[in-house]
């Protein structure tokens, strides 16, 4: 496995700098022993209960970018205090990243209840991605029996998984000439690949009301 090793202090008192070297050094001897294959070792001083750690973004970065598999503690308070130290292991395991603690001399051991939180949250995360899929279902399934044809209406369809960064205008028109809602209208987009938001489309056909609003002006 490929691991990071992660050190923290809160200050940078001398003891406490001290202390982050010798996390360094025990982790280091313990990736040995696994084994493991570090690939970065990043030490900082910083509160736990800060999110805003420099050290903290480059770790979620190598794990985001699958450089590393594992990240090395000496315990988990060394991750953060309180909520934020649920929230960084929370983001840990979504990524697939596995905890290495070296005061349980081995994966991560969570109390009761730190384990039902972290449960919870992936139930609702989880509940929210269906319900976000259902939505595009509704959206599509509404703008069809309205009339809306998208193999026709989608000029983008077939094109390998391109990435579409455009905003379709003349779509999101088409689709609240069929009386769907903005959210209907993002939800029935996203469905066919466009990376939108409510927001967007909605600020996106005020743009075009607002357009055709000076056309007429000058016209006249």
């Known amino acids: 496995m490929k691991g990071v090793i992660y050190a923290r202090v809160s200050t940078k008192r001398n003891e406490q700098e001290t202390s982050l070297e010798r996390q360094q050094q025990s982790l280091q001897e313990w990736a040995v022993s696994l084994p493991c294959e570090v690939v970065e070792v990043i030490a900082e001083q910083h509160s736990g209960f800060d999110l805003n750690r420099p050290g ?15 990240v090395l503690i000496q315990d988990d308070t060394r991750l953060g205090r309180g909520e934020t130290k649920l929230a960084i292991i ?84 088409a689709l609240k000439d069929k009386k769907l809602t903005f959210e209907e209208i993002a939800a029935t987009l996203q469905g066919f690949g466009y990376q939108v938001s409510r927001a967007t489309v909605h600020r996106r056909y005020r743009e075009y009301l607002a357009g055709l609003e000076q056309e007429v002006k000058m016209d006249t």
């Not at 903290?56 to 594992?70: H, P």
């Not at 039902?116 to 939505?135: G, P, S, Y």
């Open 56 to 70: 903290l973004y480059q770790l979620l970065k190598i794990v985001r970018e699958k450089k590393a598999d594992t």
């Open 90 to 173: 929370h983001q840990l395991y979504r990524m697939g990243c596995r905890i290495f603690s070296l005061q349980h001399e081995g994966e991560l051991e969570l109390e009761a209840g730190e384990s039902t939180v972290l449960h919870i949250i992936a139930k609702v995360e989880e509940l929210q991605r269906k319900l976000m899929r259902q939505k595009i279902s509704w959206g599509m399934q509404r703008a069809i029996q309205n009339g809306y044809q998208p193999q026709y209406n989608l000029k983008n369809q077939g094109q390998g998984g391109r990435e579409k960064k455009e905003v379709p205008i003349e779509q999101i028109v």
